[in-house]
C-alpha cells in the first residue's frame, strides 16, 4: 500500500484480501484454500472473449482454460455451465475450492491468514506508516 501511495495512488483494491477475513461471508475452506495459495495459483478466464479475469486455479477454471485453449477459442456458451455466478456462490457457500469460480487475484500469494478486519486494517496502517517512516529518511 504504501509503495502504491507512493507512486501516486489514493488506495488499493483489496478484494481478494478482504475474503480472506474472519467476516467475510465464505466458508472457512475457501479462506484456507487462499491462505494457501501462491502468486501462481491463478488462471485467467475468459480471455479469448476479451473479458478476462483472474481467479483462482482449481478444477473449473482448469476446465476453462482448457476449453479456451482449444483452436479458435471458445464461446461463452461453452463454458457457461462452468462459470454460473449460481454455481460459484453455492461453492463459496458449501465451502467446495473445486465446486466453481473463485475470484482472486495475484495478491493471494501474500495471505498468509485469517484476521478480523480491524486486525488487517490496522496492520495495514501500521505497516504503510512503517513503510512511509522508512522511505522519508532516504527521500526526505
Known amino acids: 500500500m504504501a509503495a502504491a501511495l507512493v507512486l501516486g495512488a489514493e488506495g488499493v ?5 478482504f475474503c480472506a477475513t474472519r467476516e467475510a461471508p465464505i466458508h472457512d475452506n475457501i479462506k484456507q484454500a487462499l491462505v494457501a495459495a ?3 495459483d491463478t488462471n485467467l478466464i475468459f480471455r479469448t472473449m476479451h473479458n ?3 481467479v483462482l486455479k482449481n478444477a473449473i477454471s482448469d476446465e476453462v482454460v482448457s476449453i479456451e485453449r ?3 477459442g471458445a464461446q461463452f456458451e461453452e463454458v457457461r455451465h462452468l462459470v454460473t455466478g449460481q454455481r460459484g456462490k453455492a ?3 458449501a465451502g467446495e475450492p473445486d465446486g466453481g469460480i473463485v ?8 495471505i498468509d491468514d485469517v484476521p478480523s478486519c ?7 496502517v501500521a505497516e504503510c506508516r512503517e513503510q512511509l517512516g522508512t522511505a522519508s529518511r532516504y527521500f526526505g
Request: aromatic share 0%; net charge positive; hydrophobic share 40%.
Open 38 to 40: 501462491s502468486e501462481r
Open 91 to 93: 461453492a463459496l457457500v
Open 103 to 110: 475470484s482472486a487475484g495475484q495478491c493471494v500469494g501474500l
Open 118 to 124: 480491524e486486525e488487517l486494517i490496522a496492520r495495514m
Open 13 to 17: 483494491n483489496m478484494g481478494t484480501r
Open 70 to 72: 482449444r483452436p479458435g
Open 52 to 54: 478476462t479475469a483472474r
